[in-house]
């Protein structure tokens, strides 16, 4: 036998790690094949139905209210109006007054007195069955007195227009500044712009879209005594957890709330429903299971929408590229109530405006807005995206100026890859990156050159398809967040994660989490850092989430925070495991628990290689209990809470090559190649997967997706079939790379990658198609880029215009009052 | 999302389903492949008491000869027409509109002749019956008649069917040698409807075109033809000029709607810009 085969010594060598393996997700058989529990599946007995009817006004008095039908319909229960409620809704939270002056109106649960907007709930019927309760919906009688209705956010904030809430003063909710110079982060920027030898200012409008999860948001509230439980499709069942207790008065430890599997939120999901305080307040009064389930209709009409700002920015520079300065002015669109977040939304962005580059001056301005569509909140991004499109955008714009490559003018000014950490004219400590390597990287993927070539040809021979190349050179702030950042912004929250491990007598280990996945796949991305730092078996480790009676304290998936806060909770939680396991180790062993190693999930005397103990042997020894040491408590068990002292910063380099047809003013995708850097990558396959899905989704915004209102504030786009949300046959093929720089905030050096495509992709997409078309005289397309409207800014000139029918004033998010299409008429 | 109550009927034969429709009242719909109708009732636009599903209805479903004619049957899927050996070789022009029709799943249920009894402007095949000079079968309590595609679509979602009338089967002529056909459809995302479309089929002999039919989808509340384009094809050589010219009047005479798809001036630039696509292809340009 040679030593190689020797069995003593095969023992000993440590499993290979399990971070940076491609596994695949542990989850995905029973998520794909639906053989889980989603909300919608809960049977429960007794349990009733409750549909909501919803308003068709987008403004009006309720002055005829007559429920009285629907009461008599078959199988109906109850039914309540607003007034029935009034008593006990009290008000939907908003945990972000970005301002000390934010004014906000309330936001009940149904509508008492006045509707603003379509959709909001009028009545709801509770019947035995799903369909009794929608047949019922047909019984009930309402007449509005209609008021005049606000939707063009430029409108709104003037003097003398019409209010959404007649207890305000004005449609402004909040104005919030950042100040580079009030700050001491920066200089003057007025100086800077006075000082400068060009600048370039542009209006670019951020459209509105709609999260469009798969799982349609769904509730079921089961009463026992007086306790309750809730199953909710819900990214964060433990702050809805508190919210909802704060909003009824159930009281917390009362409440417990389950997030089961849950079908995809992007944002979507980060609410506190009306539906959701409804179903608790009906099982409440009956004393009976409540479910409630909704269409794709009231899904795509009452879900919070997201994204829907004006953004004017300007740029100062020098004639050699230098940037000097950077103003931002934003219009962001509220809807007709603030939720959980609504406010901090453009405020999250704030920070983001400045990108890569070395600014020495900034200053940010924003108005909340109210208007009467449905509220706005957080959707993939949230805030970033908008940051990294405007910034994006008038980079290439001062580039044409200048009559340089954007390449070049970004190289001029971004932060070098020694000058990391760098604190930015925001005032944020970028972490760590090389933009040079991921920028050289990511044009070798694309080909660049090539491409540049027969850019160039199809120019010279006029071919009716041009050919463009965009880039975004982005980066944004992920791992939601030190909780010490978040207090001074407002936040109604900390920022901590928490995780607990559990070591079972047969040394399985329960890892449980306060992170809640709705897709993302922690359970296995957990399970591989656990099989690491605790050397058991990938398979050894099950992860439990998303119940607030199993898992009690925890903070919830957005802000790409899961892994950077949550995955570092779970780290932390596993040193104190082994810390605690090396006492009772040293005990068995005979040994000084200074002197024991830990590897490969085993302790041994160090020096003395052979003899040990492993740490799952120490988990039968613990939970029988006969032999430990004196004066420590029997169990292995830990738990920790971690509170990053800050963000990360993932950045990139994304280049799309587009299509545009000229005759037609089709774009299409040629080819797109992005280098992320996400810091250390714990899963390729996951990373790659969040990758691809977020550029669908910034590729959607670019070209495909838009919420529109008519001029009475219907939602026009009310069903997929006007909503477009691409599907895997629109979109090209990615070809996707990474550099790793790994994080400095945390020990996984991980940053964070859920939101990092969607927000990187979209300017990469619209700097491409101007880039096809600028030489034709177009300088602006707005998104999404519908043919019509390339088609229009390239024959008639401006953006574009509006996505609307002739003759009506309906328009996508923002307005429509300096339409390039209006332009384009005279 | 959750339809009306409504009673449901399910015949075996045309017959029965004659009958079935007599006896049903006011207010009775006739279910094909309901992938037009379903959506519409879920939404509470349509709210029928009786529906009688052709589903089970044998004799409706399948594509035949009859001397130079193709017979297919209403109840047809999307699917058996993508499938069909007859159509694979005489009925090009339908195989290439009905593969561009919604995604798998809805033409494995959505049928020929629902699509044509719906007769909605932005779908795919009304357009091709009528530049194919369709013939419809069409049987109800008063016996059986046929209409042509002209008369079949009389206005937005409205046909020549009368109340009780079941659209049974349609005739089209076979394409065979010198024919070549082309369905170009223009669309943002791949499953959606069409903003335009173009079915162009051409015959050539020798260098010049002996005979050209365009149909034109949603360019107005029914299909209409570009009766002068094609008027402007007949005889002409067979080049990128003459049908570039011709295809600038494929807009004549149409009144295309204004939605959140497309204004009227684009639908008709459109409509000029894929009739010569249609054309080049369907001539072997
Ligand atoms: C998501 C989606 C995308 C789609 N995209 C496209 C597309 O891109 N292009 C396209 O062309 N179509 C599209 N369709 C529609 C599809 O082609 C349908 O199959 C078709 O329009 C209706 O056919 P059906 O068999 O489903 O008819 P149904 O929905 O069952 O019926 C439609 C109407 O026709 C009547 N009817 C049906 N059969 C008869 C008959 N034999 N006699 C008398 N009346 C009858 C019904 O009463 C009803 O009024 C799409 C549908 C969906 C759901």
Redo the contacts with the bound molecule.
Sequence with gaps: MTAVEDPASAVDLPPAKEVGQARRRKEDARLITGKTTWTDNMVLPGMLHLAVLRSPVAHGRITHLDVSAAKERPNVVAVYTGADLAEEQGSLPCAWPVTPDMVNPGHPSIAVEQVNHVGEAVAIVVARSRTAAADALEAIDVDYEPLPVVLDMEQAVQEGSPLVHDSTSSNTSYHFVFDAGEAGTGSDTDQAFADAEVTVSRRFVQQRLIPAFMEPRSVVVQPSGDNYTMWSATQIPHILRVMAAMVTGIPEHKLRVIAPDVGGGFGGKLQVNPEEILCLLIARRLGKPIKWTETRGESLMTAHHGRDQVQFIDVAADRDGTVKGLRVRLLADMGAYLRLITPGVPALGAFMFPGIYKFPAYRFECDGVFTNKVPTDAYRGAGRPEATFAIERIMDELAVELGMDPLEVRRKNWINAEEFPFTTVAGLEYDSGDYHQATEQALELLGYDELRAEQQRRRESNDPVQLGIGFSTFTEMCGLAPSRVLGSLAFGAGGWEQASIRMLPTGKVEVVTGSTPHGQGHETAWSQIVADQLGVPFEDVEVLHGDTAISSRGLDTYGSRSLVVGGTAVVKAAEKVVEKARVIAAHLLEANADDLEFTGGKFSVRGTPGAGVGIQEVALAIFAAHDYPEGIEPSIDAEATFDPENFSFPHGTHICAMEIDTETGFAKIRKYACVDDVGTIVNPLIVEGQVHGGLAQGIAQAMYEEAIYDAEGNLTTGSFVDYLVPAASDLPHFDTGNTVHAATSNPLGAKGVGEAGCIASTPAVVNAALDAVRHLGVTDIRMPLTPERVWRALHGGGDGGDRAAQGSNAYGGARTTESGYQEAEQ | MIPAPFAYARPTTVEEALQAIAEGGEDV???????????VMRLRLAAPELLVD?TRVEE?RGVREDGDTLVIG??TT?ADVLADPLLAQYGQLIVQATE????RQ?RR???F???L??A?PA???PAVALALDAEFVLVGPGGRRTVSAAEFFVDYLTTA?EEGE???EIRVPKLGEGWGVRYEKFNRVA????IVAVAAAVRRQGGRIAEARIGLTNMGPTPLRASATEAALVGVDVSMETVTAAAAQAAEGTSPSNDLNAQADYRQHLAQVLTRRALAAAAGL
């Design positions: 719909k006739v279910l094909a492949g309901g992938q037009s109708l379903i959506p052709l409706l209403a109840m999307h561009t029709v919604a995604d809805v249920r959505g049928t002749g629902g699509a009894a719906h909605d779908g795919d095949l069917l079941l659209l049974v499953q959606a409807w069409s």
